[in-house]
């Protein structure tokens, strides 16, 4: 069974809402920071935002603040992305991925699921 799971992605229009799903396990990653990820075609892969192992503490990439929101359900081992306001430019490839480190810290990453398409449209 994977470590990490994604699920949710899809086609949706410009200014259209998606939320994904990382499925963690339980006791590998119970006490790992999830990050979420995305990688458009011919771009480099970019942090989108970060939650702490009890979901309390959070950060987000300047260019989603407001739009996107993550959180973290403990007892499903699950975290979601919720994204509204979708742009054209938001499509990529997502990926989520396990850090034991705190939610500041990008350089921790191990541990990534396979990732699922978001495509917006306009």
């Known amino acids: 069974q994977a470590l990490l799971d994604e699920s949710g992605g899809g086609l949706v229009q410009a200014g259209g809402s998606l939320r994904l799903s990382c499925v963690h396990s339980e006791y590998t990653l119970k006490m790992h920071t999830i990050g979420w990820f995305r990688q458009a075609p011919g771009k480099e892969r970019e942090f989108v935002a970060a939650v702490d192992w009890s979901g309390t503490l959070t950060s987000y990439e300047d260019s989603v603040k407001g739009r996107f929101t993550i959180s973290r359900d403990t007892l499903k081992n699950t975290v979601y992305l919720q994204m509204n306001s979708l742009k054209i430019e938001d499509t990529a490839v997502f990926y989520c991925?396990?850090?034991?480190?705190?939610?500041?810290?990008?350089?921790?990453?191990?541990?990534w699921g396979q990732g699922t398409q978001v495509t917006v449209s306009s």
């Open positions: 991925a396990a850090s034991p480190r705190g939610v500041s810290d990008l350089n921790g990453y191990e541990f």
